[in-house]
């Protein structure tokens, strides 16, 4: 049997590699005022070529930071998202060892056909492809070994990043950003847990055909190894030379994809990641990777639509309410003046009823101007703490902002907004909580 437990000597390995890694991470004005001279975009290259090779989560926590406005450069994100999606697979025997602690000695008796190479390989896992005995075209998961013991080392080594972060700039209050993104992290290690979210989202999208969900082998699926439908598609990014209106059935689709559960149910995909669907020819999209899921109080959504409300209409009692019900605190006019700015942004195209690409108005350029802005003033202030949710929930906005900009995608994102929220009910929402999240999530 594979043993799970790594030694001592395995973890301190582990946070030397990680040292030598995560220290890099370190946003370029934190390394110059430590007197650190940096070429940023040398430093990004070096620091990819050192993570390829660790298994682990160091890339989806700079993924995740690479929303939050100000803490991590853009030229890193940059390289870090990319490496998400293309990192190194392990070999045959790790293969080998991994299937048969998890199905038995004799797994191999289950399929006509296993393939040896990983098709993709991301930072807890890779993906085989597999024909079983009863002709099912198969995509098996098989977690990376150790993980836990490897996300807990990451995360303590994290955890002394953001206080060196703390230390230097005086923007954000990151301990709700850490105390959330450790929560998740430790649950993506769950592979049934991962299939159960799966089953909930079919049931909240059932009604949304052109939205495809793999189906679950139980049979073959445990805590480690998760066992799907294969499902063919095109890689989402190559729909980008496509006709314009299959560009933009695509991106609605994705849009609905993504928040009509966060809108019916309070459910939200917590990994943006284009590497995480397929298209068809027709638009339909199919999604992957449930591990990363944030369930919502009903009350914070009512925030989310107050927030759209209040800037629609300029109503500052609206927009403070809002961000009140959010979980923020003690805010003073600078902080709201801030955080309004950044909402500006994210909301700024459902605010016109017209059709309209997001370059319009959320080009990465001004994205970047606006999280500088935004920092400022909240170093200014004297910082802020975020309230957890909303490091996944800006997360979202900021990730699909980006595959629709990408996608070059033309909707009037105002009437396919509207159409989501349409009826929405903190009652509804809740039942919906009650009905499906039976264990929670």
């Not at 445990?222 to 299959?246: C, H, I, N, V, Y």
């Not at 995909?269 to 995480?276: Q, V």
Request: with cysteine; hydrophobic share 40%; net charge neutral.
């Amino acid at each position: 049997m594979e043993s799970e437990t790594s030694s001592l000597g395995q973890r301190l390995k582990r946070y030397g590699n990680v040292s030598l890694g995560g220290a890099s991470l370190l946003p370029t004005f934190l390394l110059k005022s430590l007197g650190v001279k940096v070429d940023p975009y040398q430093h990004a290259d070096d620091i990819t070529a050192v993570l390829g090779n660790l298994k682990g989560p160091l890339m989806k926590i700079a993924q995740i930071l690479g929303t939050v406005p100000g803490i991590l450069p853009e030229e890193y994100s940059e390289k870090l998202r990319k490496l998400q999606a293309e990192a190194p697979s392990m070999g045959w025997p790790f293969v080998k060892r991994r299937m048969a602690t998890e199905l038995g000695s004799s797994w191999q008796d289950h399929f006509k056909h296993f393939e040896k190479t990983a098709r993709f390989a991301a930072s807890l896992g890779q993906v085989h492809h597999a024909v079983d005995q009863k002709g099912r075209a198969l995509a098996l998961k098989l977690q990376y070994p150790d993980m836990k013991g490897i996300i807990e080392a990451d995360l303590l080594q994290f955890k002394g990043l953001l206080s060196l972060y703390n230390k230097f700039s005086k923007g954000l209050e990151t301990g709700e950003i850490y105390e959330e993104i450790k929560k998740h992290l430790l649950e993506e290690l769950d592979y049934e847990k991962e299939a159960f979210h799966m089953e909930v989202f079919r049931a909240v999208l059932k009604d949304f055909k052109a939205i495809r969900i793999p189906t679950v082998v139980p049979e073959f699926t445990t805590k480690r190894l998760l066992t799907l439908s294969w499902e063919e598609g095109r890689p989402l990014l190559e729909f980008k030379d496509a006709p314009q209106t299959l560009k933009n059935t695509v991106a609605q689709n994705l849009f609905e994809a993504w928040y009509v559960p966060f809108y019916r149910a309070g459910l939200l995909h917590g990994d943006p990641h284009p590497g995480n669907y397929r298209g068809q020819e027709d638009g339909t999209l199919t999604l992957f990777d449930f591990g990363c899921v944030r369930v919502f109080r009903p009350k914070f959504i009512q925030g989310v639509i107050d927030l759209y409300r209040s800037l629609l209409t300029n109503d500052e009692a609206l927009m403070v309410f809002a961000y009140e019900s959010w979980g923020f605190k003690n805010l003073q006019k600078p902080v709201i003046t801030a955080l309004t700015l950044w909402a500006r942004f994210l909301y700024g195209p459902l605010l016109y009823d017209r059709v309209m690409s997001l370059q319009e108005n959320s080009t990465p350029e001004a994205g970047k101007a606006i999280a500088a802005t935004v920092h400022k003033a909240l170093r200014e202030a004297g910082g802020i703490s975020p309230p957890r949710e909303f490091v996944f929930m800006d997360r979202a906005a900021v990730g699909l902002g980006s595959v629709f900009i990408r996608l070059e995608a033309k909707l009037n994102w105002h009437r396919v907004f509207e159409n989501v929220i349409e009826g929405f009910d903190v009652q509804y929402v809740e039942k919906q909580q009650n009905k499906y999240l039976n264990p929670k999530i």
